[in-house]
């Protein structure tokens, strides 16, 4: 069976994106429209990145991961992990694993190993 485009594009964002549906008071709701049409701003990409900053500041501390003697300190992003390792004074080694690759810390630290 063939799918229209609308479908199709049903179907990828089901599979790719969640919804989050808040009620506000509506003067609240009035004045962000507002205030986003005069300034030509995205209304999703401010809560997008609201969103995204509330994720980054309150997220727990990851431990640092030790693998073959080698210590990397991990920060997670909403997309990727960064690791930096020091290799030296002042010189460090930087990787960025996507979240596609190694959702988890885990996954993540089994990766680092099988590629050390």
Partial sequence: ???TRTEAAAKYNAKNYGTLTVRLDKNLVNEFKRITAENEDSQAQIIKQAIEAYLIK???EIPNMIIAGKT???KEN???WSLTQNVSNGFNINLT???K???TYEELKDFITKNN
Avoid: A, L
Wanted: net charge positive; aromatic share 6%.
């Fill in 1 to 3: 069976m063939t799918m």
């Fill in 58 to 60: 309150n997220k727990k």
């Fill in 72 to 74: 990397y300190k991990v």
């Fill in 78 to 80: 909403i997309n990727s």
């Fill in 97 to 99: 694993v996507s979240k």
């Fill in 101 to 103: 690759d190694c959702p």
